[in-house]
């Protein structure tokens, strides 16, 4: 099974609102990542949690705010963004980030979309 | 940094054969990973390289040279739900991979 479980699929936000990504995966995976994907663009390297504790952060504005409660779940908490950050949101997850068999699994992606 | 070059665009006829190449200039080098994306869908996980040569997996292969810098995927029979970005993706140093801007393949009958 390598199913990694994102909510909500589709989310609609004004620049003022507070909203959250959620992702979910009970594969046992020690690393946990969030991409963004702009249309026909590959997807761009927002952060990357290893056991739980953030390891990477690719220069992301502070507007995005990542949270890590527990192995299984990743959030990415959203406020005050602009239109130009609508797009499609990745989250991933690998069985250990120092393996070199460490397969990235992603989930079905959130839309977002800033009005 | 990493560099990573992909074709753009590629089309093929049904039933024949289609390589995508990948070349890549990095400063680390963990592994080398092809991905499929269909429009509208998540990246999905197609292979993985990390030694020199050929993996196979039914109709998709995948080769690397490292000292070449240079990987590509094979598909074989192609099927028209074959139509999709293919993702060329290196992983460097401390778990970060890095994805090439993909070949749309287009399959037709």
């Known amino acids: 099974d390598t199913e990694v479980t994102q909510t909500p699929k589709h989310l609609v936000m004004g620049m003022t609102n507070k909203k959250s990504l959620k992702c979910e995966q009970h594969?046992?995976?020690?690393?946990m990542y969030w991409y963004k994907q702009k249309a026909k663009k590959p997807p761009e390297l927002m952060f990357v949690?290893?056991?739980?504790?953030?390891?990477i952060n690719e220069s992301v504005p502070s507007r995005f705010s990542p949270e890590c409660p527990n192995s299984s779940l990743l959030n990415l908490h959203l406020h005050a963004l602009q239109p130009e950050d609508s797009a499609l949101y990745l989250c991933?997850?690998?069985?250990?980030?120092?393996?070199?068999?460490?397969?990235?699994?992603f989930g079905e992606g959130s839309w977002l979309t800033v009005v | 940094g990493q560099n990573i070059d992909q074709p753009t665009e590629m089309t093929a006829t049904e039933g024949a054969i289609v390589q995508i190449n990948c070349t890549y200039q990095?400063?680390?080098?963990?592994?080398l990973f092809w991905y499929q994306q269909h429009a509208g869908e998540a990246p999905t996980f197609l292979s993985y390289?990390?030694?020199?040569g050929l993996e196979e997996k039914g109709r998709f292969s995948s080769f690397l040279s490292r000292s070449k810098g240079y990987s590509y995927l094979l598909l074989k029979e192609l099927q028209m739900k074959d139509s999709a970005s293919y993702l060329c993706?290196?992983?460097?140093?401390?778990?970060?991979?890095?994805f090439g801007d993909g070949t749309t393949l287009t399959v037709k009958p």
């Open positions: 990095t400063s680390g080098f963990n592994g």
């Open positions: 993706a290196v992983r460097g140093n401390a778990g970060k991979s890095t």
């Open positions: 390289n990390v030694l020199d």
């Open positions: 991933a997850s690998s069985q250990d980030p120092s393996s070199r068999r460490a397969t990235i699994y």
């Open positions: 949690y290893s056991y739980e504790k953030l390891s």
């Open positions: 594969m046992g995976h020690r690393a």
